[in-house]
């Protein structure tokens, strides 16, 4: 449901950086345990994108898995989801990836 | 946060009679529509600007900026931001809050932290709400409370009644106590 909002989000923080140009591709890094879903992103991009300088461009996301490191026993491990426990049975974790919404690169169009 | 009708309001109301915090606390308060609560706030005697998200299902950091600007807080007082009624959305959206309470009511499920992990991670202090109402449902406080720390091992748990004001003491004790935490940590 937020998902057109944080579209909109992201055309305007890379239309801020392109500064004119236009741009041909965007890559998103999102985390599969940041409640940000890929599918519904790449349905809004397009209609957020529509009539910027966005229009057109390619959208690419790359997801990132969940990973944890044990405050217990300090193992480090895949979290599918927040209740995930360590093979020890701590459930204190630090988060060390997936809770990610990061635009990582853009491409712009060279002007000649 | 909390899902709509957890006593959101109420608790605020209630909160804001008890500790006559008066020109110490300032609200933000966010729904879909109407001033309704806005002008409960202001019944009960704090300053607020109601947020209305039309068919938004949370409050984002811009809508909190331009509230903030016209709600004009003055130095060292605490400003509550209540959400949009909603276990989902609010989670995600950093409103650039010191601390993130969700209320659970004892008419809702004890599972709904595991239902809604997102919003029980994200939050420091769970509320269990309603709790004049347990011999009438079947709301166990310890099962919720088991379910919130498996989400969040670091979440405080305080039971109380807006209705009543059973366990009211031990929340604005909280309050109280972030409060001189976020004065000492800004003034150093």
Redesign the interface.
């Known amino acids: 449901?937020?998902e057109l909002?944080i579209s909109r989000n992201i055309v305007a923080i890379v239309s801020d950086a392109a500064k004119g140009r236009r741009v041909r591709r965007v890559t998103l890094e999102i985390g599969k345990l940041?409640?940000?879903m890929t599918d519904a992103i790449l349905f809004c991009f397009d209609v957020a994108a529509h009539g910027t300088v966005l229009d057109g461009a390619t959208l690419e996301i790359r997801e990132i898995e969940g990973r944890a490191r044990c405050m217990t026993c300090g193992a480090e491990f895949a979290v599918p989801?927040?209740?995930t426990a360590c093979a020890c049975g701590s459930?204190?974790l630090t988060h060390l990836a997936g809770e990610e919404l990061n635009i990582k690169t853009m491409e712009l169009e060279e002007v000649a | 946060m909390s899902a709509p009708g957890a006593g959101k309001t109420t608790l605020l109301e209630r909160t804001i009679r008890d500790m006559k915090t008066g020109a110490s606390l300032f609200v933000l308060e966010g729904d879909q529509a109407t001033a309704n609560d806005g002008e409960r706030i202001r019944a009960a005697g704090a300053a607020v600007v109601q947020i209305n998200t039309g068919t938004?299902?949370?409050l984002?950091a811009d809508m909190v900026a331009r509230g903030l600007l016209e709600l004009n807080p003055s130095a060292n007082s605490v400003v509550v931001v209540e959400n949009v009624g909603n276990l989902?959305?609010p989670?995600?959206?950093d409103l650039g809050e010191r601390r993130r309470i969700v209320i659970l009511s004892t008419t809702e499920g004890d599972d709904k932290p595991?239902k809604y992990?997102?919003m029980f991670?994200a939050a420091d202090l769970m509320l269990v709400n309603k709790i004049d109402l347990l011999p009438y449902v079947e709301f166990d406080v310890s099962r919720a409370t088991a379910n919130a720390?498996?989400?969040n091992?670091d979440i405080s748990v305080l039971g109380v009644s807006a209705r009543t004001g059973e366990g009211l003491d031990a929340w604005y004790a909280w309050l109280r106590q972030e409060k001189s935490a976020a004065c000492e940590a800004a003034a150093v």
Do not use: E, K, N, Q
């Open positions: 449901m937020h909002g940041s409640g940000v989801t927040f209740l459930r204190r | 938004g299902c949370h984002d989902v959305c989670a995600l959206f595991l992990p997102h991670r720390l498996s989400v091992p």
